[in-house]
């Protein structure tokens, strides 16, 4: 009997239902495309490993060092060799159209094709040294015939001409230059380049594992596996990308499934509401608790699994276009899997069922009585002893954990701030239904000036049930404060760093080689000479062995531009300059040491003495390392006499920029940088972050406007008789629908405030706890971005009202009347 009911009720009320399925939906493909983009992530290092591996039967490579081509020639004469290739890979700075150099890489056009990992897309392959071919994405806004200006490691030019462009998968993490060149321009380019893997095919009849066995037993001294083992290689080395990205969608997926849940439960809240007299009727033919708990429950499994397999399809779409925004280049791929389809449409079931237990359990207390009485309009929803003591309970913990963030290292104060976030956000949830009524109240106040009757409607209708108007201001208030918390802590980052910047750094300009090669020992002198330049100071990072602490990364810079051109953020001592037998240490490092200032530190056989302890920003060209010294300190001290970073440092104003452009054309490799670009370059990793995490959370916030509309419109059934009598009144469509209109928009301001609020206070607590000297993260309103979401959000509330609004508008006043 219980069943025949569920699906009665379910052919009878669509409608009432349709916008909880959307709701899960959503929420479910959310969770699909996450699973789908991270095994899309997989699936194209599968295909980038596949290309740069295909044809290959054995790959030789040593840990030793370098690969030569005796070795190679030696190899190809072992029998069973079809073909033997060298992969040699070499940095090759490139002007792009605008003669801007930037970074690149070169490989060799093999002579078997079978070895060669990519396809020809336009054009052909080069044929002679003075012709190149590059990676579509490379060459998209070059044509065939076009000269191509590539820099070698001396900083000589070479011009090739493009004759073709040629497709792979993305490289995914494995590496995979963009300029092709034949093996004789290689050796123009870099007379030097070393082979880093040969790769051999083996003949017709010859197997891999054969072929294995007799390379090892023809050359000695090196590694030599199957082209299957290579590619397992391959794909372990970059699994750790694709396990972080698995990670940083799902704790959005999370986000997503727990709005969803709380829109399920406040619409199964409503609809058991409106279904009491039924439920009581049905106690009354006989019925059990049970029988109605299962019912209810039976409802919301087949909802839960209509909607999760529309968010399975959906979720594919979420997957192809976070892939083509992030990377419009490369190729979209949407694997399906039985993980993904179990793991979703599973999930989507499960939310939805344990959304609905209390609804469902809050059905089985209806008693039969219920069934012979008729219902009477009243304010409901009153809040509960229980929802107060569980509210100062939070209240209580998230003090507690705002007192104990302070005082405490960065990385505790951070967990505990989000911690006293979360006790917060539970908080207001609880108490929520306490807010809500002064809150409506106190809008319809506001706007009733200016909006009129509807405003009042509005008011009146939102207080009518508070605890209702809470729940469906809640799912807004998580995805807002999650918005905000991100969105005003990015700002802070952003700010700190541009500020420690201009603290630390007091050039203008920063000089830095696009190649491996350093820059010219006398560059700095040639620079300091220029019109307009008061300094320039060589700066340059290098390991260091530091007495048992094994080998450090520091940075050498000239004594006299410590406290002139470089200010790092002093925690102890003095760094007003520096001298030989000096250093001063990165706050890590001191704290890893033990060390502190008028300490001495044996490196190699030279002894340091401690003058300072500071923190630094990290900045393309400026990266101070772990401790610093003066630059002629450098050479005694140095780890294997290597260098890993070199730039210069150049006081002077922007007005002087075309003079060092113009001095700079005598070192091709040197590359001018503004700080202000500094600045540009940092904060667009920062946006492009912050953009990501906005559109993630998007989804969620657009489950909460579905939850607000299918409140809106479980209400406007509920309200049939009301509105009908309104109307007969004098109250037009227009005026009822505005109504409903300003109610959705009252009920996102509450949402809204609570969520702005706790995630910019949230926000303001980490920037207190979690700076440093070196870099200090200021507490920055980002107003543009926060306007941008409360204007979104008042401004879709109307929409969400809108086909509620509609249907109320279309009711007949006659039979709205005799609605009971």
Known sequence: MMLRTVIAGLKARPLRLLLSAVAIALG??????????????GAGLRAAVAVDTRGVDASISSKKGPLDAALLDKVRHVPGVAA???????????????GHLKDSGATALTADERLRP??????????????????????????????????????????????????????????????????????????????????VRAEPGISAQRLVTDLKGAIDGVDVVTGKTAAGLLLSQAASYSAGLAKFFTMFAVLAMVVAAMVITNSFTILVTQRARESALLRCIGAGKRQVFTGVLAEAAVVGAVASVVGLAGGFGVAA???????????????????????????????????????????????????????????????????????????????????????????????LSIAAMVALL??????????????????????????????????????????????????????????????????????????????????????SSVSVKPLPPTLADTLAAVPGVEAAAPRTTFSSELGSQGAWQLAAVRGDAVGSILRPAVIAGNLDRLGPGELAMSSQLAKYTGSSVGDTIQAGSVPLRVVAVYDAVSAPGVDLGLGLVDLAQMPAIAYRDET???????????????????????????????????KDQASEKIRSTLNLMWALTALAVLIAFAGIANTLSLSVLERTRESALLRALGLTRGGLGAALATES??????????????????????????????????????????GVLLGAAVLAAPLAALLPARRAARGSLTAGMAEQ
């Open 118 to 199: 990519f396809d020809l897309a336009t054009g052909r392959f080069p044929a002679t040294a003075s012709e190149i071919a590059m990676a579509e994405e490379a060459a998209r806004d070059r044509a065939l015939g076009s000269p191509v200006t590539v820099i070698d490691a001396q900083g000589g030019s070479h011009t090739f001409t493009l004759v073709g462009t040629f497709s792979r998968p993305t490289d995914a993490g494995i590496g995979a230059p963009p300029l092709l060149l034949l093996p004789e321009a290689m050796r123009e380019l870099a007379p030097d380049s070393e082979i880093g893997r040969i790769v």
């Open 84 to 98: 033997a290739e060298a992969r040699v890979t070499v940095s090759a700075p490139v002007r792009d159209t605008a």
């Open 28 to 41: 479910v493909a959310f969770v699909a495309g996450s699973f789908v983009l991270s095994d899309a992530v």
């Open 644 to 678: 890993h970073d070199d730039s210069i440092l150049v006081k002077a104003p922007p007005s002087a920029r075309a003079a060092l452009e113009k001095a700079l054309e005598a070192a091709p490799l040197a590359k001018l940088t503004s700080v202000d670009e500094l």
């Open 321 to 415: 276009a976070l892939q083509s925004v992030a990377a419009p280049e490369s190729p979209v791929y949407l694997p399906l899997t039985v993980r993904t389809v179990v793991a979703a449409l599973s999930l989507g079931v499960l939310v939805t069922m344990l959304a609905a237990a209390i609804p469902a359990w809050s059905a089985t207390r209806v008693a039969p009585v219920e069934a012979l009485r008729t219902p009477v309009e009243g304010k409901t929803g009153r809040t509960s002893r229980a929802r107060v003591v569980l509210a100062a309970a939070l209240l209580a913990g998230a003090i507690s954990a705002v007192v104990l963030s302070f005082g405490t290292e960065a990385e505790t104060g951070v967990a």
């Open 745 to 786: 928009v009252f009920i996102a301001l509450l949402g809204a405030a609570c969520g702005l609020v706790l995630g910019i206070g949230s926000a303001w607590l980490i920037t207190e706890v979690a700076q440093s000297a070196g870099q200090p993260l200021l507490f920055t309103l980002p107003w543009g971005r926060l």
């Open 426 to 511: 539970g908080a207001t949830l609880a108490i929520g239904p306490l807010l809500a009524g002064p809150v409506m109240r106190m809008l319809g106040a506001v706007f009733a000036p200016v909006l009129g009757q509807p405003a009042k409607l509005a008011a009146l209708n939102a207080d009518r049930n508070p605890k209702r108007t809470a729940a469906s201001a809640a799912a807004l208030t998580i995805g807002l404060a999650v918005v905000s918390l991100t969105t005003t802590v990015m700002a802070g980052v952003e700010a700190g760093q541009n500020s420690a910047l201009d603290e630390q750094l007091k050039a203008g300009f920063v000089v």
